[in-house]
């Protein structure tokens, strides 16, 4: 309970961070501007997906399961060079694709703001996790976030120049990166421990990277696609009813965050109780968060951002149906399949659902819907936990519970 207590706190500051300063932010760029401004948040999560090249869904397994703090230290210095790289394709790419897809409202904002959560991809939560370290993840990851809007809060404001946040983001966060890295993977903190080849490390991230880039195709494209079919007050709407959506599933993350490393520990004598009692409380988190987004989606957006750009009912509806499986799906992808090097079965789970969501949002953009779009992300999620739910049950059971019989202790 404590490293829940812990754990949910970081991601619930991390959320409440960008909801200090949006609302200003909305009200500023109007209906024409949100959508876009919205798209480049988006797109940013997918260029920090590609900076993270997977080191968010493996790394804190290894870390977890490593046996020494120089062995951890010897994972994050991999991780460092490895994202050095891919943020050079990540950065540029995002910036364009958001400056070909924005309107010409707030444009060189949404290309910075995407910019801005790209540099993201270099966050230690991931590394914090795995350690089961709810303070390291509150002091480099949570606050930076949470300074850069307060302080934005007032300049922007007085001032009307919505770059100031993505600026101050960057001036925040990066700095807590960088100092995070050089204390925890300094080469004395290595010792003798031997880092492998960039190449090495680059093609065994390739599995992982592949299912968390499969999963942002349409864990991440809602609002751009939504932006390039829709009108520009309808597109708005539904990035608010995204945005709310978005900000829920840091309460799933906490959860996953603070589940994984205690259901994994090695030596773990109760394991097959900590993964129920994981997926229970992931399952009653999606039922009361699917219900609260459905039920209070267009109240809190229209308080939040203004009535002009207010979610619409039924996309708000569908946003929660997406989130109950999202939710539900987490446990068995995070601690049970991925553990379980069913990588394969999770690309595929993941192929599918981007398949199933984009072809629905698509089709719900050419039509100028806004309530195909939302069952497009429901759906994609919906389809994930169809194809994984059965395998998860049946690896779950053949989990053998650890020896843990204590040492000079004779056993029959």
């Known amino acids: 309970m404590l490293r829940l207590a812990g754990f949910t706190g970081a991601p619930i500051l991390s959320a409440l961070a960008p909801f200090i300063i949006l609302p200003v932010i909305s009200r500023i760029v109007g209906a024409d501007g949100w959508a876009n401004f919205s798209a480049g948040q988006s797109i940013g999560i997918l260029g920090m997906v590609g900076v993270l090249f997977g080191w968010g869904i493996v790394g804190p397994v290894r870390v977890a399961r490593a046996g020494s703090p120089q062995e951890q230290a010897v994972i994050l210095h991999e991780s460092v060079y490895s994202r050095l790289v891919t943020s050079a394709i990540a950065i540029p790419a995002a910036a364009l694709a958001t400056f070909l897809i924005s309107g010409p409202s707030f444009r060189l904002e949404s290309v910075a703001v995407a910019v801005a959560m790209t540099v993201g991809g270099f966050t230690p939560a991931w590394f914090c996790i795995g350690q089961g370290n709810p303070r390291g993840l509150m002091v480099f990851d949570a606050l930076p976030k949470l300074a850069a809007s307060l302080i934005s809060l007032p300049v922007v404001g007085l001032t009307g120049q919505v770059l100031w946040y993505p600026a101050l983001l960057v001036a925040f966060t990066v700095p807590a990166f960088a100092i995070h890295a050089r204390v925890t993977a300094h080469g004395g903190m290595r010792g003798d421990a031997a880092s492998r080849g960039l190449r090495t490390v680059l093609r065994t991230l390739v599995p992982t990277a592949a299912i968390d880039a499969a999963g942002n195709a349409y864990g991440s494209t809602a609002i751009p696609i939504a932006t390039a079919g829709l009108g520009a007050s309808e597109a708005s709407s539904f990035a608010s009813a995204d945005r709310v959506y978005r900000i829920a599933i840091m309460a799933v993350i906490a959860f996953g965050n603070a589940f994984q490393a205690w259901v994994l520990e090695p030596a773990a004598p109760d394991r097959h109780r900590r993964h129920r009692l994981a997926i229970v409380s992931h399952v009653s988190l999606g039922v009361l968060g699917g219900l609260a987004i459905a039920a209070l989606g267009p109240w809190a957006t229209a308080l939040l951002?203004?009535?002009?750009?207010?979610?619409?009912?039924?996309?708000?509806?569908?946003?929660?149906?997406?989130?109950?499986?999202?939710?539900?799906?987490?446990?068995?992808?995070?601690?049970?399949?991925?553990?379980?090097?069913?990588?394969?079965?999770?690309?595929?789970?993941?192929?599918?659902?981007?398949?199933?969501?984009l072809a629905t949002m698509i089709a719900g953009s050419a039509a100028g819907s806004a309530g195909l779009v939302a069952l497009g992300v429901a759906a994609s999620e919906a389809t994930a936990f169809a194809v994984l739910v059965i395998p998860a049950v049946r690896a779950l059971r053949q989990m053998p519970e650890p020896d843990v019989t204590p040492p000079g202790k004779l056993t029959s």
Not at 312 to 330: D, K, N, R
């Open 305 to 357: 951002f203004g009535a002009s750009v207010a979610a619409a009912p039924v996309p708000s509806a569908l946003f929660g149906v997406a989130f109950f499986f999202l939710s539900t799906t987490t446990p068995l992808i995070r601690n049970i399949l991925i553990p379980s090097h069913k990588y394969r079965l999770v690309f595929t789970a993941t192929i599918a659902a981007a398949v199933v969501g």
